[in-house]
Nanobody
């Protein structure tokens, strides 16, 4: 069984930085691909970063490329999201997610989700 707990959300001014953490429990073979999503009010969730925890390979959509960085600790128990040059449109609830698939691919379904942490970027 996998549990994910996000932390690090808060309020920041435009152009600032914020670091999020996702503490994961459960075997690594149940969370081979992990990702960060954001959900703006009234909108669908969108993936902003993902990582194959075994290969340590990462992927970013254009909306996050160059501003967001996903990483993990050596024990593969915590996944981080480093955000810089934040914009008001980044305001959203950020979720950590994990998939049992051994690979990461675009449009994949995730099996486990955290409770979310709020990020607010003001101008």
């Amino acid at each position: 069984q996998v549990q994910l707990v996000e932390s690090g959300g808060g309020s920041v001014q435009a152009g600032g930085s914020l670091n999020l953490s996702c503490l994961a429990s459960g075997p690594t073979y149940r969370r081979n691909c992990m990702a960060w999503f954001r959900q703006k009010a009234g909108k669908e969730r969108e993936m902003v970063a993902r990582i194959n925890i075994h290969e340590n390979t990462t992927y970013y959509p254009d909306s996050a490329k160059g501003r967001f960085t996903i990483s993990q600790d050596n024990g593969k128990n915590t996944v981080y999201l480093q955000m810089s040059s934040l914009k008001p449109e980044d305001t959203a609830t950020f979720y950590c997610a994990a998939s049992v698939l051994w690979f990461c691919t675009d449009g994949m379904t995730f099996d486990y989700w955290g409770q979310g942490t709020q990020v607010t970027v003001s101008s």
